[in-house]
Every structure is written in C-alpha cells, then in structure tokens.
C-alpha cells in the first residue's frame, strides 16, 4: 500500500520502523533533538519530529511554525525532496548529491533554518541519525502530492 509524500503517515511509518530497529540507531549514538521538516509545493506542509535518545518519540503536522520550537528546521521544496526519496529508493540510500550534508550545503538547495548556534549544531551533530532515519523510506511505495 502507498504512503502519500508529504503526509504524517510518511513519517510515522519511518518513526515506526526507527523504534523497531533499535541496534540500527544505537550504532549512530544518541539523538535528542527536535526538528521540523517543511515541504514547499503548492501548499506548504510542515511536521515536527521528537528524537530522544534512540527512539523518535513524537511526530505531528503543523499548521504553522509559530510557537514550535524546534531546534532547527530542514525546508525544501516537494520536487528536492523527491528527488532525494528517489535516489534512497533506488540505491538503498542516497547518492552522495543527494545525503542532507550535500542538500544543504551544496548549493544550498535545502535550508536549514535554526534559531540559535546550537539548534545548528544539532543538525550536524545528529546528522547520521537523521540520514539513517530518512533512508528507512528505500522500500516505501510513496504516492507522490
């Protein structure tokens, strides 16, 4: 069955199957970090996703970033996304154009958006989490918005 991209069935799942797969994370060491993804298309989604410790432990859409408060925010347009789903599912994670590392600083084609210095350095800190976390989508059938 397909999961619709950008939905908040699409990050549950991913949720779901981060807390089924604890010797996965706990390799990559502890996160503890919230982080909100945006996906801009022709109406602009937003979620916030809790990780704590080894687990991700909240997931919610938003209706609007204010009085989130996250510690930084990964925003991009549905298309880059895609594109970035894509090269998960077709190599088993993504090509070395498409990791979050290269999307946000390469051209900055992805935002990272982020109040203070240290919300910043969460996004690298925790990094791999996140990276393994998005590439748990290489076998989802995605309906694309």
């Keep these: 069955m397909a999961i619709k991209f950008p939905s908040l069935d699409f990050f549950q799942e991913l949720a779901n199957r981060m807390n089924a797969n604890p010797a996965e994370f706990e390799k990559l060491g502890f ?24 687990d991700c432990s909240d997931v919610r ?3 609007s970033p204010e009085g989130a408060e996250f510690d930084f925010m990964l925003e991009a347009p549905l298309s880059l996304w895609r594109e970035s789903l894509e090269s998960i599912q077709k190599h088993g994670q993504p090509e070395p154009a498409y990791t979050l590392n290269s999307l946000s600083h390469v051209g900055d084609r992805m935002k990272v958006v982020y109040d203070d210095p240290e919300g910043h350095d969460k996004f690298y800190r925790f ?10 989508a290489s076998d989802l059938e995605i309906e694309w918005a």
């Design 31 to 54: 996160c503890d970090t919230v982080m909100g993804v945006k996906v801009d298309g022709d109406t602009s989604h937003l979620y916030s996703l809790t990780f704590d410790i080894f």
């Design 61 to 63: 859409e938003l209706s």
């Design 127 to 136: 990094m791999a989490t996140i990276q393994a976390f998005v590439n748990q």
